[in-house]
Nanobody
Framework: QVQLVESGGGFVQAGGSLSLSCAAS????????LGWFRQAPGKEREFVAA????????YYADSVKGRFTISRDNAKNAVYLQMNSLKPEDTAAYYC??????????????WGQGTQVTVSS
């Protein structure tokens, strides 16, 4: 089993930045591709970014490309999401997940509890 815990969410004005972290326990993450997803109230959960097990490959949703950066530190058993130039439409609960290299949430086995990001206009 893998337990994932996100942190770093909060309130920020449009144009600002936030850095999310996701720490794992129970099992190493080094063998898993990792992803970030988000879910806004009344909307379905959507893919944000993914990173391969080695960190050599990344993939982003078009809506965040050029503004968000996913990274990982296998030695620390953690994954990160640097979010710059934030927009009000980025407001959502953000979740990290471990599973398969995919943009679909059903391909991810382990999930964190989420951290809220709120961007004011």
């Amino acid at each position: 089993q893998v337990q994932l815990v996100e942190s770093g969410g909060g309130f920020v004005q449009a144009g600002g930045s936030l850095s999310l972290s996701c720490a794992a326990s129970g099992r190493t993450l080094s063998h898993y591709p990792l992803g970030w997803f988000r879910q806004a109230p009344g909307k379905e959960r959507e893919f944000v970014a993914a990173i391969s097990w080695s960190g050599s490959s990344t993939y982003y949703a078009d809506s965040v490309k050029g503004r968000f950066t996913i990274s990982r530190d296998n030695a620390k058993n953690a994954v990160y999401l640097q979010m710059n130039s934030l927009k009000p439409e980025d407001t959502a609960a953000y979740y990290c997940a471990a599973g398969y290299w995919s943009t679909y949430d059903y391909d991810y086995t382990y999930w964190g509890q989420g951290t809220q990001v709120t961007v004011s206009s």
